[in-house]
């Protein structure tokens, strides 16, 4: 069987997972070299490596690689690297990120929702949390549990307890089921 893009971003991404980042780019080097053309999910596999061993400047690069070949990338590309610039206290860098993501006519989906009020609680900026979360059904997006949890637990990281409360009981009011993260 001839090897396929499948198949080696279905390797890199194992790769970047068990954080062999340096075997996965030999691997996409490897690819590249063999005429075989990187998909989004290439590259987003690669971003993610290089995110969780700390190599943000590098996923940066890759991104504007991306681009260049006329990959687009999607709202979980942009998700992994913007919550990696906000763990990293980067948020200037993250704000950027999700203003080209807009521009680029991406919409932001829950999972980028939750990974920015998961850098502003991450930061003590709770209150740029809330706001996100707030505006979160005007936009057309529901807060799922992880959502809740994350505002919950930025409220009480700065013993907030009475707004923690208000949004345990308005998850219980939604209909939502808290889960072992949430307790």
């Excluded at 053309?37 to 690069?61: H, K, R, V, W």
């Excluded at 829950?110 to 505006?135: A, R």
């Excluded at 919950?152 to 889960?179: Q, R, S, T």
């Amino acid at each position: 069987m001839k090897p396929n893009v499948v198949m080696y971003s279905t390797i890199i991404d194992s790769l970047c997972k068990d954080k062999l980042i340096t075997r996965a780019l030999d691997l996409y080097s490897e690819m590249v070299v063999r005429g075989i053309y990187p998909d989004i999910f290439t590259y987003s596999s690669l971003m993610y490596g290089l995110c969780i061993m700390g190599q943000l400047n590098e996923a940066i690069n890759l991104l504007n690689a991306m681009i260049l070949k006329n990959v687009d990338p999607d709202v979980y590309t942009f998700s992994t690297l913007v919550d990696a610039f906000f763990k990293e206290g980067r948020v200037k860098e993250a704000k950027s990120l999700l203003a080209v993501m807009i521009k680029g006519g991406v919409k932001p989906d829950v999972v980028m929702y939750n990974s920015l009020m998961d850098g502003y609680c991450l930061v003590n900026e709770v209150s740029k949390g809330k706001h996100l979360f707030s505006t979160m059904p005007q936009m057309g997006v529901t807060p799922d549990v992880q959502s809740y949890t994350i505002m919950i637990n930025g409220y009480c990281k700065l013993k907030m307890m009475d707004e923690a409360m208000h949004l345990f009981k308005e998850m219980h009011h939604e209909n939502m089921i808290p889960d072992s993260v949430t307790y």
